[in-house]
């Protein structure tokens, strides 16, 4: 008889001996990157995605943000918990999860098959497409309005000079990118580009939207962590169990303090420059006047207009301290 972990019940662990793990490999893994998790010879591994709950008990992923992001839609259908190996060029996620580096991950792990109750649920950011014909006034629409596919993202989502910054990045080869990929992209890119008219709008009154920023915009993130970019601060209070999105807006600067403004997000320090806004929300809508891209873990998602909302504990992970504070 197989022994499974109930969904409803993260503190009850189990018995190395009845234990399946799955795994899924992200670009230029393989199973030797698995070797030094093997000591336990009970345990069945399977590599790949499980079809379905009931085919394993915890997945292991090895890979960095963006492997993890092209999964999160199917690990939350199943519920089971994931513990992530820092493997990739971008590993924010696993950073923010305290994994930073892969004998942390270890650790998790024989934390996990001693039956120490080191699973946490955390927080995922939700991106839904709109109708780029629909157009809110102030208090106009209706909160619920009609949405397209939903796309799961763990870490931050952007528009704007990230979103820029991150599709310029992943044309670079996988080694730099996960040397200062981002930042020497960043440099460049902040000379060429222009800030652009965005509107976004949180909940208001009578179940409808009231606007919350009007201005010319460089950049706006939405986080569920503190951290992107390859570990920049741009939303420094951010936390993954608080029902939150943090939403960091820099608007319009010029290049030159723009430039010399970003070494402190590495920080956090950015908030306390005048032209940064930054609140927290469970929902908001952001709209701009032709369409742009968003980005998200890394990821291109789809482009605006989008709502960003918070789905609260819909991720199970596997982490080395409990008692840490996402």
Not at 96 to 107: F, H, K, Q
Request: with cysteine; charged share 20%; proline share 7%.
């Amino acid at each position: 008889m197989t022994c499974r972990l109930p969904p409803s019940d993260p503190t009850l662990l189990l018995s190395s001996a009845h234990m399946r793990a799955a795994v899924i490999f992200g670009l230029g893994c393989s199973a030797k990157n698995l070797g030094p998790f093997q000591t336990d010879e009970a345990i069945d591994w399977r590599i790949g995605q499980p079809a379905a709950g009931d085919q394993a008990d915890v997945i292991l992923l090895f890979g960095g943000d963006g492997t993890l992001h092209r999964h999160l839609s199917q690990l939350v259908k199943l519920g089971l918990p994931v513990l992530v190996v820092p493997a990739g060029s971008g590993n924010d996620f696993a950073r923010a999860l305290g994994l930073r580096r892969v004998r942390d991950s270890l650790a998790a792990w024989r934390g996990f098959c001693a039956g120490r109750s080191n699973i946490r649920n955390i927080d995922l950011g939700v991106i839904s497409a709109l109708d780029a014909g629909e157009a809110p006034a102030p208090d106009g629409p209706a909160l619920h309005s009609a949405l397209g596919t939903q796309h799961y993202f763990g870490s931050v989502a952007g528009v704007g000079l990230d979103a820029e910054v991150s599709r310029r990045a992943n044309a670079l080869p996988r080694w730099l990118r996960g040397h200062g990929g981002y930042a020497l992209t960043l440099a460049p890119t902040i000379f060429r580009f222009a800030p652009f008219p965005m509107k976004i709008f949180t909940p208001g009154e009578n179940d409808g939207w009231a606007i919350r920023s009007d201005q010319p915009t460089i950049l706006a993130a939405f986080g569920n962590t503190p951290i992107y970019g390859g570990g920049m601060k741009i939303a420094p209070h951010a936390r993954m169990d608080d029902g939150q999105l943090d939403v960091c807006v820099i608007g319009g600067v010029d290049r030159f303090k723009l430039a010399c403004m970003f070494p402190t997000v590495y920080f956090g320090r950015h908030l306390r420059i005048r032209e940064v806004e930054y609140f927290q929300t469970r929902r908001v809508r952001v709209e701009t006047e032709r369409p742009l891209d968003i980005y998200a873990d890394g990821e291109f998602v789809c482009r605006t207009p989008v709502e960003i909302a918070v789905q609260p504990g819909a991720l199970r992970v596997v982490v080395s301290a409990p008692e840490r504070r996402f």
